[in-house]
């Protein structure tokens, strides 16, 4: 009669193997994962094996849950601050918009527009890199 640690390995012998591979494929396994490969390859378990083993596999399996559960939070904050982003990056498109529409109907807008894109070139506001980009604009 198989013992509830047996019962657990035999409910998991897909597990184990994927493991075993996966362990026998890496260059420096660390000693769990060494006594992982052993026990699994291990014909003939006895009772203090099959404890061993059954403690291991649940250690890995919480492992495997915790790196699955690291990057389903990892993929939520990075769509939160993308969404962010967009939001911002959003608002300044629209504000820029409406601040060059008015520009381009009032003279004085158009006038300190044109002042502020000046102070922003030549006062480090544009960076080295962009200043190609936008040289024109302040007649460059």
Same mark, same amino acid.
């Given at each position: 009669?198989?013992?509830?640690?047996?019962?657990?390995?035999?409910?998991?012998? &897909?597990?184990?193997?994927? #493991?075993?591979?996966?362990?026998?494929?890496? /260059?420096?396994?660390?000693? !769990?994962? $060494?006594?992982?490969?052993?026990?699994? &390859?291990?014909?003939?378990?006895?009772? &203090?094996?099959?404890?061993?083993?059954?403690? #291991? #596999?649940?250690?890995?399996?919480?492992?495997?849950?915790?790196? $699955?559960?690291?990057?389903?939070?990892?993929?939520?904050?990075?769509? &939160?601050?993308?969404?962010?982003? /967009?939001?911002?990056?959003?608002?300044?498109?629209?504000? @820029?918009?409406?601040?060059?529409? @008015? +520009?381009?109907?009032?003279? $004085?807008? +158009?006038?300190?527009?044109?002042? #502020?894109?000046?102070?922003?070139?030549?006062?480090?506001?544009?960076?080295?890199?962009?200043?190609?980009?936008? /040289? !024109?604009?302040?007649?460059?």
């Amino acid at each position: 009669m198989a013992n509830a640690n047996e019962e657990y390995i035999n409910n998991n012998e &897909e597990y184990l193997d994927n #493991l075993v591979k996966r362990f026998r494929g890496f /260059k420096s396994p660390n000693d !769990t994962q $060494k006594l992982i490969v052993l026990l699994g &390859e291990k014909d003939n378990r006895n009772d &203090e094996d099959n404890r061993k083993l059954s403690i #291991l #596999l649940k250690a890995e399996k919480k492992a495997d849950q915790l790196v $699955k559960a690291r990057a389903n939070a990892r993929k939520l904050i990075d769509a &939160e601050k993308s969404k962010a982003s /967009k939001a911002e990056v959003r608002r300044k498109i629209i504000w @820029m918009s409406a601040i060059e529409k @008015m +520009a381009s109907e009032d003279d $004085k807008s +158009a006038h300190m527009l044109q002042q #502020l894109r000046v102070k922003a070139f030549h006062e480090g506001y544009v960076s080295d890199r962009d200043k190609d980009a936008v /040289k !024109t604009d302040v007649g460059l």
